[in-house]
């Protein structure tokens, strides 16, 4: 767990510690549970969303104090995200070259679909500035861009970069590391969004005085999962573009099924639970759509 106060700068990490991974956004460490490598599927330790679309989420009277930039943000008006060419790499990267390589080119991909979509509504883009990787055993040789990483991160994103702790996202699986790495990259370009959006710096300056711990963690939960859905839409509208059919749509599925906070120890609830983490992943999947995505108008049993 990262925790660090003030609200100065915008950051936010995913790292990974046996097989969970944590996320930090600036003035508050927010964590993010991740599957680790395996040679084989295990089921699914309980029910989460099943594999047709998602059901209608019901209304919930929004809290008042929560900013109209985070719960009518004109991204989620706009429609499905656009399939775009992506010349990937032809294999699972298996070294830091294939990877920091595998990253840049997975990025300009999401720059060139969402850009688009940030126009339409009426949003200035910007694409992601810098994509670089980082070895969090050899702080010394850490590039610039990404000194001072959060401890145990597997990757974060600040100031429109995104920096990764390479060595996390290699292991004995390739094509489940492939579709954890897939999915990491997405979620921080999720968080690339909500800073396009207005959406980080509303939660970031203290949208709520004084909130309890209840409301704070809750909140966290809706920011991480958005940016999961987010990314989960991306990978949904460009299933063809990264070959999501077979074996490597069922992984990203199993990814998506196999994280939550309660992988933890000790349970910290500011992620989401793995059936939440599935349902916003897998909601973005389906409808490839930002508009599947307002986790801030959710009800709460959603965003457990």
Known sequence: MLKAAGFAVLAVAVAVVAGVAATQTDGTAVVLPVVTSSPTPTPVPRPTVSPSAPSPMPTFTVEPTRPKVVVANRLYSQGQVPAVPCALPGRSPLTKAELLSYARVMVKCLDRAWKPVVIAAKLKFRPVALVEVYDSRKPAATPRACEDPPKRAGAFYIDDKICINWPEHIGTFPIRDEAYFRDTVAHEYGHHLQNLAGILDSYELGHRKKPTKTVQLEDERRLELQANCLGGAFLGANRASFNL???????????????GDELYTPVIRDHGSGPSQAHWTLAGLYQATPSACNTFTAPPNEVE
């Open 245 to 259: 059919f077979g074996p490597k749509y069922l992984e990203l599925q199993y990814v998506a099924k196999h994280q």
